[in-house]
Nanobody
Framework: QVQLVESGGGLVQNGESLRLSCAAS????????MGWFRQAPGKDREFVAC????????YCADSVKGRFTISRDNAKATVFLHMSSLKPEDTAVYYC???????????????????WGQGTQVTVSS
């Protein structure tokens, strides 16, 4: 059974930074592409970033490019989302997820992810 547990969310001011963590249980963490998604109130869940199994390839949504960075530590079975220059529009519940095998990394579709964490709230005040 795979479990993903996010942490690191909170309330910050406009322009500040946060680092989210997602700890995975289960075997073979390093074999899976991992991603972050977010859902703001009243909106659909949207792709934020993903990272290859080795960590050498990453993708970020245009809305966060240059401000957010995704990384992973396979030895610790953990994926991170480093968020800087946060804006009020970044306010959302952030979820980490594990991509299904056999799927192209760059689909960015939540339907291609089979395990999800419970989410962590990020609130950015203006």
């Amino acid at each position: 059974q795979v479990q993903l547990v996010e942490s690191g969310g909170g309330l910050v001011q406009n322009g500040e930074s946060l680092r989210l963590s997602c700890a995975a249980s289960g075997r073979a963490f390093s074999n899976y592409v991992m991603g972050w998604f977010r859902q703001a109130p009243g909106k659909d869940r949207e792709f934020v970033a993903c990272i290859s199994t080795s960590g050498l390839t990453t993708y970020c949504a245009d809305s966060v490019k240059g401000r957010f960075t995704i990384s992973r530590d396979n030895a610790k079975a953990t994926v991170f989302l480093h968020m800087s220059s946060l804006k009020p529009e970044d306010t959302a519940v952030y979820y980490c997820a594990r991509q299904r095998t056999g799927v192209a990394m760059s689909t960015f579709s939540e339907s291609d992810y089979d395990y999800w964490g419970q989410g962590t709230q990020v609130t950015v005040s203006s």
